[in-house]
């Protein structure tokens, strides 16, 4: 007899989570079963994402812990890069994803397709209806002879802005100190009317948070917390993105996954190392671990030749800003000019549209298990 395993991955991006609510609202039948395979490398605000979104749609279970239980500490990222001589991962070469998060995903699927008696396995996907087709997949021969991929929002014509309003709708971090205070400017304190407040209102608030946090500099200085030279611009990026149901790292970055993942464009290493600044100084000592390995023809995170450091001269940086500002209002331009007809001025978000602005199909290759 047929027995169907339902299985729905969560990267710590937007569609995914959006897609585990959708399936526990419109297909509560389903026993989806929930995984997040934490590499130990993404970002505090990522586990806290999905930290609060198992509390909405139940149990999320990590396919590492539960086939490495008993050393997981010795299969972590230092780990197979040993076994790969100290040689980084990148698109060419995209170990992690298979090391971190494929293998541990089969190896689960299949210890529980044996004791449980699955026969075969369904993968839920957050592709939406708006986007092209996509063969952004990894899976290995063993998991292709059983597994079938169902896009649900394709299916039900879900696109980007339907996302979003299951995000708002979730507000998953709407409780937050930040988050309440930056409602609380929309509404008149006195007469409960709403209002529109200031960019200068918003950017005050910004900073008191900033200078409450800074009076204790011990504990911002914590791994895993924000900077302490956070500007309060970067702050309010972060907050008006939780404010939306979003997790906080979309108001600088577009994708979730390893903070040191290849696949994110300068600007995003550059906003990286203002608000992380302790991951993008070990993202720095993985480069270098690689040269004393290699000398030269390393690769690095950027590529051949282009080590992180290359982003640190002042005169790099302001390139770099200027031609992502540049990208932005071009691109801009174009999607107003197609939405004209409709009267509607579109206002671009870079991290929703860093793939668009930078021109790359399927995040330059990305696959989708580490950020859809
Ligand atoms: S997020 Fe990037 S670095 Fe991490 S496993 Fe995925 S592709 Fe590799």
Known sequence: MEKTLHVLGLSGGKDSAALAMYMRDNYPELDMQYYFTDTGKELPEVIDFVNRLEGYVGKIVDPYEEVYSSNREKKDFDYHLRQHKNYLPSPQARWCTIQMKLVPFEKWIQVKMEQEGYTKVISYVGIRADEPAREGFLTNNITSKYLTISMPFRDDGLDRNDIFEILRKADLLGNE???????????????????????????????????????????????????????????????????????????WRSRSGCTFCF????????????????????????????????????????????????????TRKIEIIENHELRVKRFEKKSNRRSNLLREKVIVSDTDSMDEIYDEAEGGGACITCYK
């Open 177 to 251: 100190e930040e988050v309440i205070s930056y409602r609380k400017l929309f509404v008149n304190s006195l007469t409960g009317e709403p209002i529109d407040p200031t960019d200068e209102a918003k950017i005050d608030l910004m900073k008191n948070f900033i200078e409450t946090r800074n009076a204790d500099a011990e504990k911002t200085v914590e791994s895993g917390t924000l900077a302490p030279q956070l500007t309060p611009e970067t702050l309010l990026k972060i907050v008006e993105s939780k404010d939306q149901g979003k997790p906080g790292y979309y108001g």
């Open 263 to 314: 696949y994110q464009q300068k600007i995003e290493w550059l906003r990286l190392k203002e608000i992380y600044p302790q991951a993008f100084e070990e993202a720095k000592a993985y480069e270098k671990k690689a040269e004393d390995d290699r000398g030269n023809g390393t690769f690095y995170w950027l590529g051949k030749g282009t080590p992180l450091s290359s982003l640190e001269s002042e």
